[in-house]
């Protein structure tokens, strides 16, 4: 089946530190990447749309340049959380669907990361 | 109203018993209907995925659609502790997937 691997799976920086998860699809292409934030015991929430060769699709309310996303292969899109802060404490989660976006999708093992 | 419903539990059953596992929803565009298993502090993980109205069966997990009442279902047969974690449902269409809240099982030994 599709994998995707997601890395660090969990991450522990002082507060205004950046920091960069990467997300891979193993053994397919993936043009679109999706990147989610979950909080305890909450369902996944859509932070944006990454696309393969252009800009990213930022969900109503997150910050674009708070949370820098770059999808520069067809099988790697990372995430960089620019000046972290206590509140950005979460659970960061991607997923890519096989062909097109109306698939399944496949996630990563998400990566835990802690703002001191 | 939500796009899709689903009851957060938690939903605790002694091992062996038969689980379902629910979700309603509203829009008729959506196409695909996916149930996910993630266990604590790990991503979601597919367990079965349908594009039309019926049973979808793969092992102990039967999947079932109902769009006439845009109802979905996920039945756990003879279940195990190692089934104990949150069940997610989805439903993708118009390029959009939309989860439900996931409900929260623990299978008792």
């Known amino acids: 089946g599709a994998v995707v691997s997601q890395h660090p799976s969990w991450v522990i920086c002082k507060s205004g530190t950046s920091v960069k998860i990467e997300c891979r699809s193993l053994?397919?292409?993936?043009?679109?990447m999706f990147w989610y934030r979950q909080f305890p015991k909450q369902s996944l929430m859509l932070m944006a749309t990454?696309?393969?060769?252009?800009?990213?699709?930022?969900e109503q309310g997150v910050e674009k340049d708070k949370f820098l996303i770059n999808h520069a292969s067809l099988t790697l899109s990372t995430l960089t959380v620019t000046s972290a802060h206590p509140e950005d404490s979460s659970f960061y989660i991607c997923?890519?669907?096989?062909?097109?976006?109306?698939?399944?999708?496949?996630f990563g093992d998400g990566t835990r990361l802690s703002i001191l | 109203q939500k796009e899709v419903e689903q009851d957060p539990g938690p939903l605790s059953v002694p091992e062996g018993a038969i689980v379902s596992l629910n979700c309603t929803y509203s829009?008729?565009?959506?196409?695909?209907f996916m149930w996910y298993r993630q266990y604590s502090r790990k991503g979601p993980e597919l367990l079965m995925y349908?594009?039309?109205?019926g049973n979808k069966e793969d092992g102990r997990f039967t999947a079932q659609v109902d769009k006439s009442s845009k109802y979905i279902s996920l039945f756990i047969r003879d279940s195990q502790p190692s089934d104990s974690a949150t069940y997610l449902c989805?439903?993708?269409?118009?390029?959009?997937?939309?989860f439900g809240a996931g409900t929260r099982l623990f299978v008792k030994a």
């Open positions: 997923s890519a669907p096989q062909t097109d976006s109306n698939q399944p999708q496949h």
């Open positions: 053994d397919f292409q993936a043009t679109t």
């Open positions: 990454s696309n393969e060769g252009s800009k990213a699709t930022y």
């Open positions: 829009n008729s565009a959506f196409q695909y």
């Open positions: 349908t594009y039309s109205s």
């Open positions: 989805a439903l993708t269409g118009g390029f959009k997937t939309i």
